[in-house]
């Protein structure tokens, strides 16, 4: 089946420092893969997204890549600020005739303190 | 920007009785979606819609939930009887279905059964 692996948080960092979350998939097929962002007391945010090897998305200062060799997408950022501080879900999703199920990954609590 | 609306944002229901959790999809979306997640857990999959009809379900969405889109706008959710452990945060997502669209999702509706 279809599953996400992402490291568990929390993840506690200084304002400006450098972020990396990894996250690894297993997929049948060649799945879309997502971040996805939780704001405290909000729903869930489309970060970024990477539709086929090799590609890379970005937003709002994050990337990820699209690295079918590893079946990774580790989000990474290089200043991380306050306002980040969310739970941030890597996802993957296989397109199939235009119905769409996300799988997701149990989700990296960051914490960023001033 | 179009937003998937969801309401209540917070219910609170006695164990046994009927919630009906609701949503407004965004309005040219052809997909819709419930996933919930219950406090410190993945987000997991319940159920999607499409064309009136469940397109997929997961082992969670048993005979106790429903969905219904009772007039084109609104995507409903009923639990029939709660459980304590319906307790959760109920996310309701709607996609376009075209190529690799993503998900959008609501706030999300918090769901306390005492």
């Known amino acids: 089946g279809n599953s996400v692996t992402q490291m568990e948080g929390p993840v506690t960092l200084s304002e400006e420092a450098f972020l990396t979350i990894n996250c690894t998939y297993t997929?049948?097929?060649?799945?879309?893969l997502f971040w996805y962002v939780q704001y405290p007391g909000e729903g869930l945010q489309l970060l970024l997204k990477a539709t086929k090897a090799d590609d890379k998305g970005s937003n709002k200062g994050f990337e990820a890549t699209y690295r079918k060799e590893t079946t990774s997408f580790h989000l990474e950022k290089g200043s991380v600020q306050v306002s980040d501080s969310a739970v941030y879900f890597c996802a993957l999703t296989l397109n199939s005739g235009g119905y769409q199920k996300v799988t997701f990954g149990i989700g990296t609590k960051l914490q960023v303190i001033p | 920007e179009p937003e998937v609306t969801q309401t209540p944002s917070h219910q609170v229901t006695q164990m046994g009785q009927e919630v009906i959790l609701r949503c407004v999809p965004i309005?040219?979306?052809?997909?819709f979606y419930w996933y919930r997640q219950i406090l410190g857990q993945k987000v997991e999959f319940l159920v999607s819609f499409y064309n009136n009809e469940i397109s997929e379900k997961s082992e969670i969405f048993d005979d106790q939930f429903s969905v219904e889109r009772p007039d084109g706008s609104n995507f409903t959710l009923k639990i029939r009887s709660t459980k304590l452990e319906d307790s959760a945060m109920y996310f309701c997502a709607s996609s376009l279905g075209t190529g690799n669209s993503p998900l959008h999702f609501g706030n999300g509706t918090r769901l306390t059964v005492t």
């Open positions: 997929a049948t097929g060649y799945p879309s």
């Open positions: 309005s040219n979306h052809l997909y």
